[in-house]
């Protein structure tokens, strides 16, 4: 198998070092791997095969002779250094919101819509945001039964969505001080806030529109009604959801149920009567999305409302970023 070199740009973050992780776990064929973060990290040591690899400083020359960079370093970072990475010759493969409603990026979730990328040829693709992955994930085997014609969804979001910062607040506060830089606007041990980065004129939030408009991207639905509410509450990993999804076609629960367990990636979870549905706990360190509490929507016709959990730092981001890497090189081996 050829081998690559990698380049995990924002590799002292979360999600850098849950990369790093999974590519070692993955087996990726990488014969180099470059972590690279900001001049103040360089020389920071991070495990990998059972030794160790040094951060280096984000250059220019830094992306020379590299195939894949995985970048998760935040927006600003992506918009600066995606392109001189690509420059350099890389394929560029982004977890932040800077490229992903971009026309010619394809927004890719692997087991949902492989069909985007088509060939090796896009020098960026976008990694979609974490809460949205996990709802597509479980709406794309339904939609190709009964055809999806409107989602509802309220999202319960883990801290560590917001980073390191977002993990340091809630620790500070659960020890009852207060974190030095926080990373929301209020509180967060012991509280709920429905708000999720900033609020636009329209009254919803930046995360909000991110999931409408890249659900409808990734679906290939671009009409597709999406109301999202989206809430951060006190636990450190792993982002769950109330989704309430209406359909053109009626359905079976029993037929969703094999819908769903049939579907790469996606573990049911649903015993109610032995209080046996998703968790976050169940969730955090793997890969799957789980979901459970199915059950029809009284208020509507053709309407099921289900529970959605993953661990927003696998499969919503690194993970995720991982297998477009892995779909990116075979179809350049079949390009050959
Ligand atoms: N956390 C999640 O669940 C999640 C899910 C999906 C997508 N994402 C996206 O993934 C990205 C990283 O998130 P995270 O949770 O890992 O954040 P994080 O823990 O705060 O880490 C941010 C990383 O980016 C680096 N960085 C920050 N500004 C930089 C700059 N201007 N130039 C170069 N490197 C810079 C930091 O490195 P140094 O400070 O060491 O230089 C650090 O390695 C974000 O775009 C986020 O939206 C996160």
């Not at 969505?161 to 509180?187: N, V």
């Not at 109330?242 to 015993?271: H, Q, W």
Request: hydrophobic letters at 45%.
């Amino acid at each position: 198998m050829k081998q690559y070199t990698v380049a995990v740009v924002g590799a002292t973050g979360l999600v850098g070092r849950t990369m790093i992780r999974i590519l070692e776990q993955r087996n990726f064929p990488a014969h180099e791997l470059r972590a690279l973060a900001r001049a103040h990290s360089a020389g920071t040591r991070l495990p990998f095969r059972g030794g160790e690899i040094s951060v280096g400083e984000l250059t220019p020359a830094a992306f020379d002779g590299v195939d894949i960079a995985l970048f998760s370093a935040g927006g600003d970072a992506s918009r600066e250094w995606a392109p001189v990475a690509v420059e350099r010759g890389a394929v560029v493969i982004d977890n932040s919101s800077a490229w992903r409603m971009h026309a010619d990026v394809p927004l890719i979730v692997p087991e949902v819509n492989p069909q985007a990328l088509t060939d090796a040829t896009p020098r960026i693709i976008a990694n979609p945001n974490c809460s949205t992955i996990q709802m597509v994930v479980v709406l794309k085997p339904l939609h190709d039964r009964y055809e999806l014609c409107r989602v509802a969804v309220s999202t319960y979001q883990a801290v560590s969505g917001a980073g390191r910062k977002g993990l340091e607040q809630l620790a500070a506060e659960q020890r009852g001080e207060t974190a030095a830089s926080p990373a929301f606007p209020h509180p967060i041990a012991s509280n709920v806030l429905p708000q999720i980065a900033d609020f636009t004129a329209d009254g919803f939030t930046t995360e909000e529109h991110k999931m409408i408009d890249e659900t409808r991207k990734i679906l290939d639905l671009p009409a597709l009604p999406v109301a999202p509410t989206c809430v951060r509450v006190p636990v450190a990993d792993s982002h769950s959801e109330a989704v309430s999804a209406t359909f053109v076609r009626d359905f079976e629960l029993a037929d969703v149920r094999s819908a769903l367990t049939d579907f790469p990636c996606l573990t049911l979870i649903d015993d109610p009567a032995q209080a046996q549905y998703p968790l976050a706990a169940t969730a955090r360190g793997r890969d799957d999305v789980f979901v459970g509490r199915l059950r029809r929507d009284p208020s509507t016709d053709r309407g099921l409302m289900m529970w959605v959990v993953s661990d927003n730092l696998r499969k919503g981001a690194a993970t995720n970023a991982v297998q477009i890497a892995e779909l990116w090189c075979r179809l350049k081996e079949q390009e050959g």
